[in-house]
């Protein structure tokens, strides 16, 4: 079974420009989130897709951060514009709850 | 709301020790609650969980009981070895109609030879 797929891996820009990131769930899991992990602190969720309508987006910054699941299976988020402090590892999870979480391999993202 | 607060590295310890890692929690309800794992370069892998007070979740060799009286899940192994080296990270959910995970902040495990 394939697992969850992350693109691109690493990622630097420069502040005020955007960026975007993909995320390839495994197959048949409904449920997607993104977490951002900053440098010595665990992952916080930023948002949480259940098929293609969103659970919880408490966390995410809505100024700049955006995200679509598209069709209920990929799913992309985008920060525009970019700060210093979103320099961080996105990490996207899939799960078929109540079962565990699937990590992917991150995309490690530096804002200059 | 809901937090985890874990053991501040990193640790260090010599091939065959014995190793702890303290994590406990505060979360309304009764959580499940994980270990996760990250080795150098890859994502986070679940090395072990329990959904209930009392259980006991084991993988590889390590063990944690969830302690509900002292809001407790430490992380134990009885003999490490090097390829044991990684970030290890506790973590609960509370589950209802949201399973996300809130997550301490990580503590590193160097194991020497």
């Known amino acids: 079974e394939a697992g969850v797929a992350q693109s691109p891996r690493y990622k630097i820009i420069e502040k005020r420009q955007s960026v975007a990131f993909w995320c390839n769930p495994i197959?048949?899991?409904?449920?997607l989130y993104w977490y951002q992990q900053i440098l010595g602190q665990g992952p916080k969720l930023l948002i949480q897709?259940?098929?293609?309508?969103?659970?919880?987006d408490s966390q995410l910054p809505k100024d700049r951060f955006s995200a679509e699941r598209l069709k209920g299976v990929d799913s992309t988020l985008k920060i525009q514009p970019a700060k210093l402090e979103d320099s961080a590892v996105y990490l996207c999870?899939?799960?078929?709850?109540?079962?565990?979480?699937?990590f992917g391999p991150g995309t490690r993202l530096t804002v200059t | 709301g809901d937090s985890v607060t874990q053991m501040e590295g990193p640790v260090t310890l010599s091939e065959e020790a014995f190793l702890t890692i303290n994590c406990t929690y505060t979360?309304?309800?009764?959580?499940?609650l994980f270990w996760y794992v990250q080795y150098p370069g890859e994502g986070l892998q679940l090395l072990l969980k329990?959904?209930?007070?009392?259980d006991k979740g084991s993988n590889k060799g390590f063990e944690a009981t969830y302690r509900k009286e002292t809001t407790s899940f430490h992380l134990e192994k009885g003999s490490v070895q090097v390829s044991d080296s990684a970030v290890y990270f506790c973590?609960?959910?509370?589950?209802?109609?949201?399973?996300?995970?809130?997550f301490g902040k990580g503590t590193l495990l160097t194991v020497n030879p």
């Open positions: 999870a899939s799960s078929k709850p109540p079962y565990e979480q699937y």
């Open positions: 979360a309304t309800g009764y959580p499940s």
């Open positions: 897709f259940q098929n293609n309508g969103v659970v919880d």
């Open positions: 973590a609960l959910s509370s589950g209802g109609s949201n399973y996300k995970l809130t």
């Open positions: 329990a959904t209930k007070a009392d």
């Open positions: 197959s048949g899991h409904a449920t």
